[in-house]
């Protein structure tokens, strides 16, 4: 059984830079494209980005100048950061397992969210 | 960027009843090669992540309730819940996996009247 178990900060400042981190427990890690996802209070997803075990990484081009994904294949483990926080960053953020050996598959396995809020 | 359009957005219906959840999108999910709609369904109950019901438009995942089903091709999809079942209230919504970057549609939110 595929488990994602992510944590990070929760509160931050206007400016400052998110950083959560997601570990994958059980199935295969690597052939997978690992994504972030988040979902602002009471709204919609939006997908963020992806990478897979090779480093190969896709942004959302709306977030693309602020945003990057990393992976440390040693602990089956990625990372998602987020530069120059506004309130509109203020969202829930998963970690999703994506398509394998394509980035065109959906997400089948979710984190279990973190609440970030940009608040002065 | 594909733009998925979800209606209603939201519907009360009685215990037992047929749910039906249209998607429709700004261009084709349709791979003309493989034939097959890159265009998934999600659940998403108060205060979790949302979870895979289908994928392929109809494929259903493991372990979801054969009362869910997917239907359609292209532009235009549908989720039916063919008896609506208390714990089946939640926001639905599609999502698209056809061309970069991956869209969610907006959610409909089921209700039990």
């Known amino acids: 059984q595929v488990q994602l178990q992510q944590w990070g900060a929760g509160l931050l400042k206007p400016s400052e830079t998110l950083s959560l981190t997601c570990a994958v427990y059980?199935?295969?890690?690597?052939?997978?494209?690992w994504s972030w996802i988040r979902q602002p209070p009471g709204k919609g997803l939006e997908w963020i980005g992806e990478i897979n075990n090779r480093r190969s990484t896709n942004y959302n081009p709306s977030l693309k100048s602020r945003v990057t994904v990393s992976v440390d294949t040693s602990t089956n483990q990625f990372s998602l950061r987020l530069t120059s926080l506004t309130a509109a960053d203020t969202a829930v953020y998963y970690c999703?397992?994506?398509?394998?050996?394509?980035?065109?598959?959906?997400?089948?396995?979710w984190g279990q969210g973190t609440l970030v809020t940009v608040s002065s | 960027d594909i733009v998925l359009t979800q209606s209603p957005d939201s519907l009360a219906v009685s215990l037992g009843e047929r749910v039906a959840i249209n998607c429709k999108s700004s261009?084709?999910?349709?791979?003309?090669?493989?034939?097959?709609?890159?265009l998934a369904w999600y659940q998403q109950k108060s205060g979790q992540p949302p979870q895979l019901l289908l994928y392929?438009?109809?494929t259903r995942e493991s372990g979801v309730p054969g009362r869910f089903s997917g239907s359609g091709s292209a532009t235009d999809f549908t989720l039916t819940i063919s008896s609506l079942q208390a714990e089946d209230v939640a926001v639905y919504y599609c999502?698209?996996?056809?061309?970069?970057?991956?869209?969610f549609g907006q959610g409909t939110k089921v209700e039990v009247k």
């Open positions: 999502q698209q996996y056809y061309s970069a970057p991956p869209t």
């Open positions: 392929w438009a109809s």
């Open positions: 261009q084709t999910v349709l791979d003309s090669s493989t034939y097959n709609n890159y």
């Open positions: 999703a397992r994506g398509g394998r050996y394509t980035t065109r598959g959906p997400n089948e396995y």
């Open positions: 059980g199935g295969s890690f690597s052939g997978y494209y």
